[in-house]
T-cell receptor, first 112, second 116 residues
Framework: NAGVTQTPKFQVLKTGQSMTLQCAQDMNHEYMSWYRQDPGMGLRLIHYSVGAGITDQGEVPNGYNVSRSTTEDFPLRLLSAAPSQTSVYFC???????????FGSGTRLTVV | AQSVTQLGSHVSVSEGALVLLRCNYSSSVPPYLFWYVQYPNQGLQLLLKYTTGATLVKGINGFEAEFKKSETSFHLTKPSAHMSDAAEYFCAVSDRGSGGYNKLIFGAGTRLAVHP
């Protein structure tokens, strides 16, 4: 049982490049979310999903896209990377809204 | 929309002393409430949660939290701090999104330091 798997663990991008952060879970969880963590700001919700084909925006969605074609996978796409997107990104999943999320180990992204 | 306030970005206690980390949320509607812990360079780990029922909830590592609806608070406590408790702690609450689905919103976090 791997839990929530995020790849890559580290990434450096140039401004304007695009990339996809991968997130997969093997617990058959319906709820999945992407957060970014910046010093002093806690975790801010980017996008979330409550099942395959259902996504919604969080607090800071601009510059990011998501889709949920399967229960297991919830990739986060950066369309045109900017230095302001330098952050640590966490993916999390949960069985239900009250169950409690399981977090991945994070992706540290630097945009230069 | 919900918001979460954690009073004190840094808290320092002596080993063996009481740990009290404060969390207040904004909505009058009782949400689901959570506390998470993050050790350096790791993801977040669920400490405890309140969904319904008993307002005093116990979690892992000797932590507990009490839901007080009248005060819109969910403070985290531990009677006796241990050096291994040094970490960052996050309070989180559920919130209804624009699409009608519940999402999880976090506070800014409190870094706990434990001194010998």
């Amino acid at each position: 049982n791997a839990g929530v798997t995020q790849t890559p663990k580290f990434q450096v991008l140039k401004t304007g490049q695009s990339m996809t952060l991968q997130c997969a879970q093997d617990m058959n969880h319906e709820y999945m979310s992407w957060y970014r963590q910046d010093p002093g700001m806690g975790l801010r919700l980017i996008h979330y999903s409550v099942g395959a084909g259902i996504t919604d925006q969080g607090e800071v969605p601009n510059g990011y896209n998501v889709s949920r074609s399967t229960t297991e996978d919830f990739p986060l796409r950066l369309l045109s990377a900017a230095p302001s997107q330098t952050s640590v990104y966490f993916c999390a999943s949960s069985r239900t809204e009250g169950y409690g999320y399981t977090f991945g180990s994070g992706t540290r992204l630097t945009v230069v | 929309a919900q918001s979460v306030t954690q009073l004190g970005s840094h808290v320092s206690v002596s080993e063996g002393a009481l740990v009290l980390l404060r969390c207040n949320y904004s909505s009058s509607v009782p949400p689901y409430l959570f506390w998470y812990v993050q050790y350096p360079n790791q993801g977040l780990q669920l400490l405890l949660k309140y969904t319904t029922g008993a307002t005093l909830v116990k979690g892992i590592n000797g932590f507990e939290a009490e839901f007080k609806k009248s005060e819109t608070s969910f403070h985290l406590t531990k009677p006796s701090a241990h050096m291994s408790d040094a970490a960052e702690y996050f309070c989180a609450v559920s919130d209804r999104g624009s699409g009608g689905y519940n999402k999880l919103i976090f506070g800014a976090g409190t870094r706990l330091a434990v001194h010998p």
